[in-house]
């Protein structure tokens, strides 16, 4: 299925890339204006925050890479411009037992809909079970976020906890949903068949957003 030649950090539009400590935190700070986006991707309350508070949890994100050994955090960029789009990461890895948490989000709206976190999300799981043989993946979303969960539903996860009424926005509970998806499912499956040219050509499959959350 993967040869030497597979490339694990690209696909047809966007690109995996380190952090830009001068030019991504002005960019990640204007996300945090937009209190919908904030609450697709974090259950925690939305704020609005600094470029200056931005780059320290940068700074603070990549000493927890080096030292934990057990988190890989990518930043989105389109292949055409090096914009800064989004931002992946595999985190909460168990080695013993090859377990671990994905987290995706496409910021801007101009930005979604348009199949970059259907392709990120194919790169992400490409490297956790193809690069880093991970056994399984698990995944948290909200009961509101309809985008998120038909985005982990079209790549074969599957919904296998609950928490009923854990959340709760603006006067109404939610539910919290986990997913979860084996190495062996992932290989059965089309989406994980790429083909040496990475021309693939895959659309958005809800005007939702596709804010995973681990």
């Known amino acids: 299925m993967f040869d030497i030649q597979t490339q694990l950090f690209e696909s047809q539009d966007v690109r995996f890339a380190p952090i830009d400590h001068e030019k991504d935190p002005e960019v990640e700070a204007r996300w945090t204006h937009d209190s919908e986006f904030m609450r697709m991707i974090d259950t925690v309350p939305a704020r609005p925050m600094s470029a200056a508070l931005i780059r320290k949890q940068y700074e603070k994100l990549e000493k927890q890479v080096e030292e934990d050994k057990n988190l890989y955090h990518f930043m989105i960029r389109l292949k055409a ?58 995944a948290s979303v909200p009961e509101y976020n309809e985008g998120a969960i038909a985005l982990l539903q079209k790549f074969g996860f599957v919904q296998e906890v609950c928490r009923r009424k854990s959340l709760e926005r603006d006067g109404r509970r939610w539910d919290l949903y986990f997913f979860g998806l084996l190495n062996d499912e992932w290989r059965n499956q089309p989406q994980a068949a790429l083909p040496k040219s990475i021309g693939t050509v895959v659309s958005g499959v809800t005007p939702q957003r596709h804010e995973v959350e681990g």
């Open 81 to 138: 411009d090096d914009r800064l789009i989004g931002k992946a990461m595999i985190h909460r890895i168990e080695w013993t037992n090859g377990n671990g948490f994905i987290r995706l989000g496409i910021g801007m709206a101009t930005d979604q809909r348009k199949g970059y976190g259907t392709q990120a999300l194919r790169m992400l799981l490409r490297f956790a079970f193809a690069e880093l043989n991970l056994y399984r993946v698990s």
